[in-house]
């Protein structure tokens, strides 16, 4: 379980209490050390073991008496574990039990500093954050009386915006939101959110599922002190909700067993929410307008002594507005739940009128009147709306005309701009490459760039060690060094290696041709023996749903075989893969994606040292080749120069069809470089046109495999068109005499390929992502790439 990448690490962990009958009987135990005087044990946890990397979020599910704040005492150091292994790195700030912290005699401002020196910060840190932590607490003039006089929610705004303004590297909150009002609620769910996405571990434990699946990457499930289930939130919830209905629909409709404590009175919350069958966190929902139904459901729990609540949704555009609104009690519709107070309602939008977009829904449970809100899945699934026509604005209003298409400019593909203010990523590394290796051990040195993105992680590489003073001290001599490998390198430091990792020669036009455009080819690992180790990529402009960026293309990874070490984390592999990342590819990177083409062997390599993780697999459709005649209404011509604006026409058509995937460019640009421009393999690149009205359908990209078939490299354009363009390529694999057409796509895309009798067949090649560095999560990209052997640099 140990990984340079945890920041918790726990192992058996169990804590069991001694229970006696009186304090003589304690004494006794005390003094005698005997077991005769009638005590036993009570076991509060026992054998419970997880780990979490940075930034993740962890919830923990369970009844009353489960163990979960017992875990997370012992997390925070509260309470000591009567045996397993516990490992923390990082400053934790915790919300416990109501006020644990606090000297009730002091005041609220006083308490701050208390707070803050317990977490080792001093009074001037915390001075420079009091601004903010009493602004936050919403306290106003009561900052300065003593906390005794605080009421509850008091209490819990001021002890949240201390534990959450200190810059925690981990968080730990254990149901102090729960005596918060609506509006402090809200803003807590935002600041954790924003702590997440700067990295903050956090490890959360609520009695709202709907919360532990919207904030929560992984969830817990504990019951009687044990693990019962721990991995995806969606899968836990609903496995630990089923656990909850059954349990609860075995006891007596009237009655509730005094083991089980009962919930507050007067209380209602959503316990199950499902968008489209997707739970809070997972999509986006993908929808066509004017054909598909929008499915809602919800589950509730309430007190059965009161009314019945109600449920109303809304839809909202993604910066904040409501687009739509609807609730149970304006529409004449009541709520139905059983007698302890469980509830199911269900909502269908028939043939969504919303038109194409990005939107989000929210669900809220009021009073039966509409007046008081009880729970809020804010966010729950967000939308992505899709249309056939040109039609703008937000709704589709019936009419009795139709409406006339405007024309479109081709889309866009310049590359997002990076933040100008970010040091370019090459001098950090020249410098420290330069600058370090000469230098003997023990010597000290300052680094010219002390605000560099990466300095902290970069120089332990080179054996630094930081100092009070900002100078770093060289402590050890690594085994490698690492530098830059320029695109015009010298093909002496990576042609032997090359032939070494793959048994075949790359010519220097090749490499010319892969890594053209660039400085950076990628880093490289350095022994007394010269290059052992390379990572490189290639910039490949992408558009993420309708947005132009910038991505890269993983390219050449080389270890040299002979080299000892070379997979484990400290290894040549890491080493080039994490600085490349770290370097590169992120937000406000010069890259803000990457992909590659992995096998599981090295797939699994890379995950299992946090640095990819899989979104995505390749298929292989193949069809099979017979007797095809011409197709009247289609021709199809190799392309020339005089093609780009059909080139372009076809490009813009597919990009704006396939906006709710991630695509790379394929505009004339591409076209030109990747197949026309191609050193070493010849292409046959065909646009393909209408008969008669000579509009272009698309462009087909093909490469011949001989004996083994004619390879479909690459379509652009509509995919409404794609079965037009397969065809082009079954006509000219019957005109070569080849048995068959085969093609790479995308599992989550290859949909797109069917027809014409094609089989589709799982290979292993995977699409990862990274998670390394900062940037979108693996979540966000899951089977939302359209890839083709095109988008690679060796087909």
């Given at each position: 379980?140990?990984?340079?990448?945890?920041?918790?690490?726990?192992?058996?962990?169990?804590?069991?209490?001694?229970?006696?009958?009186?304090?003589?009987?304690?004494?006794?135990?005390?003094?005698?050390?005997?077991?005769?005087?009638?005590?036993?044990?009570?076991?509060?946890?026992?054998?419970?073991?997880?780990?979490?990397?940075?930034?993740?979020?962890?919830?923990?599910?369970?009844?009353?008496?489960?163990?979960?704040?017992?875990?997370?005492?012992?997390?925070?150091?509260?309470?000591?574990?009567?045996?397993?292994?516990?490992?923390?790195?990082?400053?934790?700030?915790?919300?416990?039990?109501?006020?644990?912290?606090?000297?009730?005699?002091?005041?609220?401002?006083?308490?701050?500093?208390?707070?803050?020196?317990?977490?080792?910060?001093?009074?001037?840190?915390?001075?420079?954050?009091?601004?903010?932590?009493?602004?936050?607490?919403?306290?106003?003039?009561?900052?300065?009386?003593?906390?005794?006089?605080?009421?509850?929610?008091?209490?819990?705004?001021?002890?949240?915006?201390?534990?959450?303004?200190?810059?925690?590297?981990?968080?730990?909150?254990?149901?102090?939101?729960?005596?918060?009002?609506?509006?402090?609620?809200?803003?807590?769910?935002?600041?954790?959110?924003?702590?997440?996405?700067?990295?903050?571990?956090?490890?959360?434990?609520?009695?709202?599922?709907?919360?532990?699946?919207?904030?929560?990457?992984?969830?817990?499930?504990?019951?009687?002190?044990?693990?019962?289930?721990?991995?995806?939130?969606?899968?836990?919830?609903?496995?630990?909700?089923?656990?909850?209905?059954?349990?609860?629909?075995?006891?007596?409709?009237?009655?509730?067993?005094?083991?089980?404590?009962?919930?507050?009175?007067?209380?209602?919350?959503?316990?199950?929410?499902?968008?489209?069958?997707?739970?809070?966190?997972?999509?986006?929902?993908?929808?066509?307008?004017?054909?598909?139904?929008?499915?809602?459901?919800?589950?509730?729990?309430?007190?059965?002594?009161?009314?019945?609540?109600?449920?109303?949704?809304?839809?909202?555009?993604?910066?904040?507005?409501?687009?739509?609104?609807?609730?149970?009690?304006?529409?004449?519709?009541?709520?139905?739940?059983?007698?302890?107070?469980?509830?199911?309602?269900?909502?269908?939008?028939?043939?969504?009128?919303?038109?194409?977009?990005?939107?989000?829904?929210?669900?809220?449970?009021?009073?039966?009147?509409?007046?008081?809100?009880?729970?809020?899945?804010?966010?729950?699934?967000?939308?992505?709306?899709?249309?056939?026509?040109?039609?703008?604005?937000?709704?589709?209003?019936?009419?009795?005309?139709?409406?006339?298409?405007?024309?479109?400019?081709?889309?866009?593909?310049?590359?997002?701009?990076?933040?100008?203010?970010?040091?370019?990523?090459?001098?950090?590394?020249?410098?420290?490459?330069?600058?370090?290796?000469?230098?003997?051990?023990?010597?000290?040195?300052?680094?010219?760039?002390?605000?560099?993105?990466?300095?902290?992680?970069?120089?332990?590489?080179?054996?630094?060690?930081?100092?009070?003073?900002?100078?770093?001290?060289?402590?050890?001599?690594?085994?490698?060094?690492?530098?830059?490998?320029?695109?015009?390198?010298?093909?002496?430091?990576?042609?032997?290696?090359?032939?070494?990792?793959?048994?075949?020669?790359m010519s220097p036009a090749h490499w010319d041709w892969k890594y053209r455009g660039q400085t950076l080819?990628?880093?490289?690992?350095?022994?007394?023996?010269?290059?052992?180790?390379?990572?490189?990529?290639?910039?490949?402009?992408?558009?993420?749903?309708?947005?132009?960026?910038?991505?890269?293309?993983?390219?050449?990874?080389?270890?040299?075989?002979?080299?000892?070490?070379?997979?484990?984390?400290?290894?040549?592999?890491?080493?080039?893969?994490?600085?490349?990342?770290?370097?590169?590819?992120?937000?406000?990177?010069?890259?803000?994606?990457?992909?590659?083409?992995?096998?599981?062997?090295?797939?699994?390599?890379?995950t299992r040292q946090g640095i990819y993780k899989a979104v995505d697999q390749i298929t292989e459709t193949?069809?099979?080749?017979?007797?095809?005649?011409?197709?009247?209404?289609?021709?199809?011509?190799?392309?020339?120069?005089?093609?780009?604006?059909?080139?372009?026409?076809?490009?813009?058509?597919?990009?704006?069809?396939?906006?709710?995937?991630?695509?790379?460019?394929?505009?004339?640009?591409?076209?030109?470089?990747?197949?026309?421009?191609?050193?070493?393999?010849?292409?046959?690149?065909?646009?393909?046109?209408?008969?008669?009205?000579?509009?272009?359908?698309?462009?087909?990209?093909?490469?011949?495999?001989?004996?083994?078939?004619?390879?479909?490299?690459?379509?652009?354009?509509?995919?409404?068109?794609?079965?037009?363009?397969?065809?082009?390529?079954?006509?000219?694999?019957?005109?070569?005499?080849?048995?068959?057409?085969?093609?790479?796509?995308?599992?989550?895309?290859?949909?797109?390929?069917?027809?014409?009798?094609?089989?589709?067949?799982?290979?292993?090649?995977?699409?990862?992502a990274n998670v390394w560095s900062n940037g979108p999560t693996a979540e966000s990209l899951q089977d939302?790439?359209?890839?083709?052997?095109?988008?690679?640099?060796?087909?």
């Amino acid at each position: 379980m140990s990984s340079d990448l945890n920041v918790i690490e726990a192992q058996d962990l169990s804590k069991v209490y001694q229970l006696f009958l009186s304090p003589a009987d304690r004494l006794r135990q005390m003094l005698f050390g005997a077991s005769r005087f009638g005590n036993r044990s009570f076991s509060a946890l026992s054998g419970v073991s997880f780990s979490l990397h940075r930034g993740e979020v962890l919830g923990l599910v369970g009844r009353n008496g489960a163990g979960k704040s017992t875990l997370l005492q012992i997390v925070c150091g509260t309470l000591m574990p009567s045996s397993g292994a516990l490992n923390v790195r990082g400053r934790v700030a915790a919300l416990l039990e109501l006020g644990a912290g606090f000297n009730v005699e002091f005041s609220g401002r006083e308490n701050v500093y208390l707070y803050g020196s317990v977490l080792g910060l001093s009074h001037q840190e915390m001075a420079d954050r009091f601004d903010e932590i009493a602004a936050f607490s919403g306290i106003g003039e009561f900052i300065d009386q003593p906390v005794k006089t605080y009421s509850s929610g008091m209490y819990v705004r001021l002890a949240f915006s201390i534990a959450t303004s200190v810059d925690p590297d981990i968080l730990v909150v254990d149901e102090a939101l729960s005596v918060g009002d609506g509006e402090f609620a809200r803003k807590s769910f935002d600041r954790i959110m924003a702590l997440r996405a700067k990295g903050t571990t956090i490890l959360f434990c609520s009695h709202s599922l709907f919360q532990v699946e919207s904030i929560c990457t992984r969830a817990m499930w504990l019951h009687a002190g044990k693990v019962v289930a721990q991995g995806n939130p969606a899968q836990v919830v609903s496995a630990y909700q089923e656990f909850l209905d059954s349990t609860e629909a075995q006891q007596p409709a009237l009655a509730v067993s005094p083991a089980q404590p009962s919930a507050p009175k007067g209380y209602a919350r959503l316990t199950r929410v499902r968008v489209g069958g997707l739970a809070p966190g997972q999509g986006p929902l993908q929808l066509v307008s004017l054909k598909d139904d929008l499915h809602i459901d919800a589950h509730f729990s309430s007190d059965p002594n009161l009314p019945c609540p109600s449920v109303a949704v809304s839809i909202h555009s993604p910066d904040g507005r409501i687009v739509s609104s609807a609730g149970a009690w304006n529409d004449g519709h009541l709520l139905e739940r059983d007698a302890v107070g469980l509830g199911h309602v269900s909502l269908r939008f028939p043939q969504l009128p919303l038109l194409k977009g990005r939107y989000y829904v929210s669900l809220h449970l009021f009073c039966e009147r509409g007046l008081h809100i009880y729970d809020v899945a804010d966010r729950a699934v967000y939308l992505s709306v899709e249309q056939e026509g040109l039609e703008q604005g937000l709704f589709h209003m019936p009419r009795i005309w139709s409406s006339q298409s405007e024309d479109r400019l081709p889309l866009d593909s310049s590359p997002a701009a990076q933040n100008p203010n970010l040091m370019p990523p090459e001098v950090l590394l020249d410098w420290l490459s330069a600058t370090v290796p000469p230098l003997p051990e023990g010597a000290c040195v300052t680094c010219p760039f002390p605000q560099a993105p990466g300095l902290e992680t970069l120089a332990p590489r080179f054996g630094l060690v930081a100092q009070a003073d900002g100078s770093f001290l060289k402590t050890r001599s690594p085994r490698w060094s690492l530098a830059w490998v320029r695109s015009d390198a010298p093909p002496l430091d990576w042609h032997a290696l090359f032939k070494l990792c793959f048994g075949h020669e790359m010519s220097p036009a090749h490499w010319d041709w892969k890594y053209r455009g660039q400085t950076l080819a990628g880093v490289g690992v350095f022994a007394d023996s010269g290059l052992v180790g390379f990572y490189g990529g290639l910039p490949r402009q992408v558009i993420k749903h309708g947005v132009p960026c910038m991505a890269l293309q993983i390219g050449d990874v080389m270890v040299h075989p002979n080299e000892r070490g070379v997979l484990t984390r400290q290894g040549p592999f890491n080493l080039a893969c994490t600085t490349f990342l770290e370097q590169l590819m992120g937000f406000e990177r010069p890259f803000l994606l990457g992909f590659g083409f992995p096998n599981q062997k090295h797939l699994q390599l890379a995950t299992r040292q946090g640095i990819y993780k899989a979104v995505d697999q390749i298929t292989e459709t193949q069809w099979p080749v017979r007797r095809l005649l011409a197709d009247w209404r289609i021709r199809s011509q190799p392309v020339t120069t005089s093609d780009e604006l059909s080139v372009n026409s076809c490009w813009a058509d597919m990009a704006e069809a396939m906006r709710s995937s991630i695509l790379g460019v394929r505009d004339w640009a591409f076209v030109v470089r990747r197949y026309l421009q191609n050193p070493t393999v010849n292409y046959t690149v065909l646009l393909v046109r209408a008969r008669f009205a000579g509009s272009p359908l698309g462009v087909v990209v093909l490469r011949d495999r001989a004996e083994d078939g004619l390879e479909l490299i690459d379509l652009i354009g509509k995919p409404s068109n794609f079965p037009q363009l397969i065809r082009s390529a079954l006509r000219q694999a019957y005109l070569l005499g080849r048995q068959r057409v085969f093609a790479w796509s995308t599992l989550s895309h290859q949909h797109l390929l069917q027809g014409w009798r094609g089989v589709t067949t799982p290979i292993d090649v995977w699409i990862p992502a990274n998670v390394w560095s900062n940037g979108p999560t693996a979540e966000s990209l899951q089977d939302q790439w359209w890839l083709m052997g095109g988008d690679t640099d060796f087909r």
